[in-house]
């Protein structure tokens, strides 16, 4: 049972590429949620996707852009990366957020 | 004012001794609350959540509600030095669509 599975775990960009990480869950759950977490600012909301077919902005989406390809796999996409965006992203899933997240094992992306 | 927030830390706890672990938040409408540990370069764990005022223990954690004063807290008992680590609270918004995470505190068990 794999949980949320995201790729890749570790990613270098040049400033200005563009790079996708992908997201899958195998819990049957209906929502998806992409954060990113920096030190001293905690976890902060990019994206999230309440169901199949829906996504809205969380706390911090400028840059980035989302994709809920179907129920199990949600995308979240640099189009032109910055240094800004060095970060760990998380990727998670819940049935709904009121019984918690299951949490991805985590991105870490440098942009130099 | 953050919708949730956590005294930052950090903490040393001796080894055996009680940590306990504080948070606030802002929404009354909030119903559900979560615990949430993460050891360094890893993710973040569920480990506790708490629904009704009162304490919910679970071995050697437990989680204490109190919704008149928009606190929650965590009590680790006989901690022990695995329990080092950034222990997260975490409470859904309005419309229960997504959580808000305070910034954790970083707990360090001293043995």
């Known amino acids: 049972n794999a949980g949320v599975t995201q790729t890749p775990k570790f990613q270098v960009l040049k400033t200005g590429q563009s790079m996708t990480l992908q997201c899958a869950q195998d819990?049957?759950?209906?929502?998806m949620y992409w954060y990113r977490q920096d030190p001293g600012m905690g976890l902060r909301l990019i994206y999230y996707?309440?169901?199949?077919?829906?996504?809205d902005k969380g706390e911090v989406p400028n840059g980035y852009n989302v994709s809920r390809l179907n129920k199990r796999e949600f995308s979240l996409r640099l189009e032109s990366a910055a240094p800004s965006q060095t970060s760990v992203y998380f990727c998670?899933?819940?049935?709904?957020?009121?019984?918690?997240?299951?949490f991805g094992s985590g991105t870490r992306l440098t942009v130099v | 004012q953050k919708e949730v927030e956590q005294n930052s830390g950090p903490l040393s706890v001796p080894e055996g001794a009680i940590a306990s672990l504080n948070c606030t938040y802002s929404?009354?409408?909030?119903?559900?609350f979560f615990w949430y540990r993460q050891y360094s370069g890893k993710s973040p764990e569920l480990i506790m959540f708490?629904?009704?005022?009162g304490d919910k223990e679970d071995g050697r954690f437990t989680a204490q509600l109190n919704k008149a004063s928009q606190y929650v807290s965590l009590l680790i008992r006989d901690s022990q030095p695995s329990d080092s680590a950034t222990y997260l609270c975490?409470?859904?918004?309005?419309?229960?669509?997504?959580?808000?995470f305070g910034t954790g505190t970083r707990l360090t068990i001293i043995p």
């Open positions: 998670a899933s819940s049935d709904r957020a009121v019984y918690g997240y299951t």
């Open positions: 929404d009354r409408g909030s119903q559900s």
């Open positions: 819990m049957n759950h209906n929502s």
């Open positions: 996707s309440a169901s199949e077919g829906t996504t």
């Open positions: 975490a409470a859904p918004n309005f419309g229960n669509e997504k959580l808000t």
């Open positions: 708490i629904y009704s005022n």
